[in-house]
């Protein structure tokens, strides 16, 4: 449905076409790049040591999690009823 008074538009803001501010540009999207390739690595090891830690990595929460050292490897049922 229309309306009779339509919404005032938006002042369109201010252009500043100068060489430094085009540079100062290109300047802050190479460091955005180079912060998101650094904060995809570190993500893709966090994801590899959480892999690796696996189900050894848990937290076991029984008496015998708290209070016994971790074991060398995860043991881990071989058979059904184990």
Do not use: C, H, W, Y
Not at 34 to 44: I, L, M, W
Not at 67 to 78: E, I, N, Q, T
Request: overall charge positive.
């Amino acid at each position: 449905m229309g309306g009779l008074i339509r919404a005032p538009k938006p002042a369109a803001p201010a252009v500043d076409s100068s060489a430094a501010n085009a540079q100062a540009q290109a300047d802050a999207n190479a460091a955005a790049a180079a912060n998101a390739d650094s904060a995809a690595r570190e993500a893709r090891q966090k994801a590899l040591e959480r892999a690796r830690r696996g189900l050894a990595g848990t937290i076991t929460t029984s008496a015998r999690g708290v209070l016994d050292p971790a074991p060398a490897f995860a043991v881990r049922k071989s058979l059904l009823g184990e």
